[in-house]
């Protein structure tokens, strides 16, 4: 089963503008990663955080981790129209449940030039 | 980096015939590696996680005997889609994880099934 949903399903925005789109889980968790995937492809990774830190930033994404309420958002900067993608995060517990990931619904990101 | 490589990217199949599907990690070994599911503009859906050398562990609804897998070796992974029909026509993708570098999980590019 899906743990994570996300919010929005969807987003469409114009170039330059910021995208941000949100992601809840319902269990304990060791970290929480997203991913994007253009249409028809794999994953590609964009970022990792762990559990004990609660914002993360790499180039022009910045990533927020709220453990209390099981929450995680994902900001686009200066968005392009190659960040046009669906975008993914999923959780990884550890433990008993290995390493396996459980994913998101994902929002759809279209970015208008 | 971790790169993993699927193999092949789409297949059409006619029905009752069977599939298979290979994921090698390139540059590193693997001992763990998952398999998943993805139905248009839906998420991935875990069916397996391959272990090296043991028997897959597979996700609560999905078929063994259906969905064949066998990782053999630490870089070489399959999933055998066995007597495949239009159900099964999704896309299938792999993933690795490559820990002991930190490149955290790798993803194959997918397989586009359609089985007609």
């Known amino acids: 089963s899906q743990q994570g949903e996300e919010d929005p399903q969807a987003l469409s925005i114009q170039e330059g503008e910021n995208a941000t789109m949100n992601c809840s889980y319902k269990?304990?968790?060791?970290?929480l990663q997203w991913y994007r995937q253009n249409s028809g492809r794999g994953l590609v990774h964009l970022i990792l955080i762990r559990s004990n830190e609660r914002e993360k930033h790499s180039g022009r994404l910045r990533v927020t981790l709220d453990t209390s309420k099981k929450s995680s958002s994902l900001l686009i900067t200066a968005s392009r129209a190659a960040d046009t993608a669906s975008y993914f995060c999923a959780t990884a517990r550890g433990g008993a449940a290995g390493n396996k990931l459980t994913f998101g619904g994902g929002t759809r990101v279209l970015v208008k030039p | 980096g971790a790169v993993v490589s699927q193999h092949p990217s789409w297949v059409i199949c006619k029905s009752g015939t069977s599939v298979k599907i290979e994921c090698r990690s390139l540059?590193?070994?693997?001992?763990?590696m998952f398999w998943y599911r993805q139905f248009p503009k839906q998420s991935l859906m875990l069916m397996a996680t391959s272990n090296e050398g043991s028997k897959a562990t597979y996700e609560q609804g999905v078929e063994k005997d259906k969905f064949l897998i066998n990782h053999a070796s630490l870089t070489l992974s399959t999933l055998t889609v066995t007597s495949a029909h239009p159900e099964d026509s999704s896309f299938y993708i792999c993933?690795?994880?490559?820990?002991?570098?930190?490149?955290?999980?790798?993803f194959g590019s997918g397989t586009r099934l359609t089985v007609v």
């Open positions: 269990t304990s968790i060791n970290n």
């Open positions: 993933s690795a994880s490559d820990w002991a570098a930190n490149y955290g999980y790798t």
């Open positions: 540059d590193f070994q693997a001992t763990t």
